[in-house]
């Protein structure tokens, strides 16, 4: 059973940045295609970005794109999401999450694949 692990999540001011990393311990993480998703309160969860196993292909949200960022480091197995221009509306829990089909599956710029691992979550507070 794959097991994700984010990290990076934090208090950050607006105009801030943060960098989250996704983790599979022990796992081949870059047989992967990763997913990353963030639900705030009271709101369902949303696809933000995805990344193909090879790294070839990505796909960012149009509502983010321009601030978030994905990438992954093969070398260290692990997976990135960047974010810049934090603002409050981006306040949410973020997760990473993992399917073996190694592909994004996009339709009218959203993200459709049912992702078959996830991550914990790691929370992303922006507050003054």
């Known amino acids: 059973q794959l097991s994700l692990v984010e990290s990076g999540g934090g208090l950050v001011q607006p105009g801030g940045f943060l960098t989250l990393s996704c983790a599979a311990p022990g796992f081949a993480l870059n047989d992967y295609a990763i997913g990353w998703f963030r639900q705030a309160p009271g709101k369902e969860r949303e696809g933000l970005s995805c990344i193909s196993s090879s790294g070839a292909n990505t796909h960012v949200a149009d509502f983010v794109r321009g601030r978030f960022t994905i990438s992954r480091d093969r070398d260290k197995n692990m997976a990135y999401l960047h974010m810049n221009n934090l603002d409050f509306d981006d306040t949410a829990v973020y997760y990473c999450?993992?399917?073996?089909?190694?592909?994004?599956?996009?339709?009218?710029?959203?993200?459709?694949?049912?992702?078959?691992?996830w991550g914990q979550g790691a929370q992303v507070t922006v507050s003054s």
């Open positions: 999450a993992a399917d073996s089909f190694r592909l994004c599956v996009v339709s009218e710029g959203r993200l459709i694949q049912r992702f078959e691992y």
